[in-house]
C-alpha cells in the first residue's frame, strides 16, 4: 500500500462543475496536508493546506480532512479549463514518532471541458 | 523579485559522467530540498538541508551527492552510480524546514541520458 494514495485519474469533468479529488494517506498521527497544482512541465504551486478536521475554504477551492478516516479530499466549484492540471497531494508522514519530510502521491490529472 | 532559480533547464549526461544542477534562492530560508519526479510520478526527496554545512539524506539519495555550502545554494550532483537518472529534478525552499511549512519551487531541471 502508497503511504499516500490518490487516483491517478485521468478525470474529466466539465466547465462549471464541481471537481473532487481525494487522498488517503497511511499514518494516523499526520499533521499537515497540502494541496499543489502542477501544470504539464512546470513546477508544483501550492493551493491549498489543512491541518485540522473540517473544512477550509478559499475561493473556488474546498480542502476537506477527516483524520479519522485518514483522507484529505480537494473541491473545485465552478470548474474552469484553466484548472486543467495534475493535484498532487502531499502529508507530513510520522515515523518513529517523528514528523517526517513531505511525502507526495503520484498526483491526479484533471482536465476540464469547454 | 525573490524566487528559487535553477538551472540549466535541460540537461544531457553522458554513461559515466556526473553532472551538476544548480539551486539558488534569495529568499532568505534556511531548509532547501531536492525532489525527483518521473512521468506520471509524484515528488520523491533526494536531500534536503535545514542549516548550512548540514544536510540530510531522503528517500531516494544512493547515487546522488550534494553540498550546502552558502545558505542561498544548495547544488545536486548526480554521480555515475545512479543508474537511471532520467527525471525531471526541483529544487525546493521553505522558511525553516518545519513540515507544516510551504515550499516553494524552482522551475525544475529536465535530465536525460545520452
Known amino acids: 500500500q502508497k503511504e499516500v494514495e490518490q487516483n491517478s485519474g485521468p478525470l474529466s469533468v466539465p466547465e462549471g462543475a464541481i471537481a473532487s479529488l481525494n487522498c488517503t494517506y497511511s499514518d494516523r498521527g499526520s499533521q499537515s496536508f497540502f494541496w499543489y497544482r502542477q501544470y504539464s512541465g512546470k513546477s508544483p504551486e501550492l493551493i491549498m493546506s489543512?491541518?485540522?478536521?473540517g473544512d477550509k475554504e478559499d475561493g473556488r477551492f474546498t480542502a476537506q480532512l477527516n483524520k479519522a478516516s485518514q483522507y484529505v479530499s480537494l473541491l473545485i466549484r465552478d470548474s474552469q479549463p484553466s484548472d486543467s492540471a495534475t493535484y498532487l497531494c502531499a502529508v507530513n508522514l510520522i515515523s518513529s514518532g517523528s514528523a517526517r519530510q513531505l511525502t507526495f502521491g503520484s498526483g491526479t490529472q484533471l482536465t476540464v471541458l469547454p | 523579485d525573490g524566487g528559487i532559480t535553477q538551472s540549466p533547464k535541460y540537461l544531457f549526461r553522458k554513461e559515466g559522467q556526473n553532472v551538476t544542477l544548480s539551486c539558488e534562492q534569495n529568499l532568505n530560508h534556511d531548509a532547501m530540498y531536492w525532489y525527483r519526479q518521473d512521468p506520471g510520478q509524484g515528488l520523491r526527496l533526494i536531500y534536503y538541508?535545514?542549516?548550512?554545512?548540514?544536510?540530510q539524506k531522503g528517500d531516494i539519495a544512493e547515487g546522488y551527492s550534494v553540498s550546502r555550502e552558502k545558505k542561498e545554494s544548495f547544488p545536486l550532483t548526480v554521480t555515475s552510480a545512479q543508474k537511471n537518472p532520467t527525471a525531471f529534478y526541483l529544487c525546493a525552499s521553505s522558511s525553516s524546514g518545519q513540515t507544516n511549512e510551504k515550499l516553494f519551487f524552482g522551475s525544475g531541471t529536465q535530465l536525460s541520458v545520452l
Open positions: 538541508s535545514q542549516i548550512v554545512n548540514d544536510f
Open positions: 489543512i491541518y485540522s478536521n
